[in-house]
Antibody
């Protein structure tokens, strides 16, 4: 059974760095063809792809967030991470991690999402 | 960046009717279009993946068609449990981009 679960700080202040963790089971990020992505959704709005990391450590980022994003993984502990620097209120959203299998942009299993609020 | 234009923004259908949702892309993406369903308070769920491929366990009432820049998602014989928001998403190129969503209400 494939499961993913996001965790994060819940609330943080503008200009801080947001650190998110995706803990998963039922698959390995060392298996050929496996990737994990981060997607976010502001309340009542649509979905925005943020970043993807794959089994061979290739990475892709959404250029709209310029150089604020860093994605990484810990294969031995079945975790993936996302850092977003210099957050502001526009980064308030539910953050999801999702798995892809063979087709890097096709997200076939999702976590329940972690709510993040940026507020002073 | 490929822009995905989804329509309509909302639909109100009766049980048993046929639903059609359109997505148009600003670049040719072959058949690299995916469709997701998001029910209230839940994460999105992949229904159809690249090549108009129905995912395991998804009822055959759901289908899609299209290639290049024009795509259509269809639900035949819509049920009350199909209420939610439906998103298209292109996986041809980075950044992967989503349509704005179609909210489906069942009367």
């Amino acid at each position: 059974q494939v499961t993913l679960k996001e965790s994060g700080p819940g609330i943080l202040q503008p200009s801080q760095t947001l650190s998110l963790t995706c803990s998963f089971s039922g698959f390995s990020l060392s298996t050929s063809g496996i990737c994990v992505s981060w997607i976010r959704q502001p309340s009542g709005k649509g979905l925005e792809w943020l970043a993807t990391i794959c089994w061979e450590d290739s990475k892709g980022y959404n250029p709209s967030l310029k150089n604020r994003l860093t994605i990484s993984k810990d294969t031995s502990n079945n975790q993936a991470f996302l850092k977003i620097t210099s957050v502001d209120t526009a980064d308030t959203a539910i953050y999801y991690c999702a798995r892809s299998t063979m087709m890097v942009g096709v997200m076939d299993a999702w976590g329940q999402g972690a709510s993040v609020t940026v507020s002073s | 960046e490929t822009t995905v234009t989804q329509s309509p923004a909302s639909l109100s259908m009766a049980v048993g009717e046929k639903v059609s949702i359109s997505c148009k892309t600003s670049t040719d993406i072959d058949d690299d279009m995916n469709w997701y369903q998001q029910k209230s308070g839940e994460a999105p769920k992949l229904l159809i993946s690249e090549g108009n491929t129905l995912r395991p366990g998804v009822p055959s009432r759901f289908s899609s068609s299209g290639y290049g820049t024009d795509f259509v998602f269809t639900i035949n014989n819509v049920l009350l449990g199909d209420e939610g928001i439906y998103y298209c998403q292109q996986s041809d190129n980075v950044p992967f981009t989503f349509g704005s969503g179609t909210k489906l209400e069942i009367k």
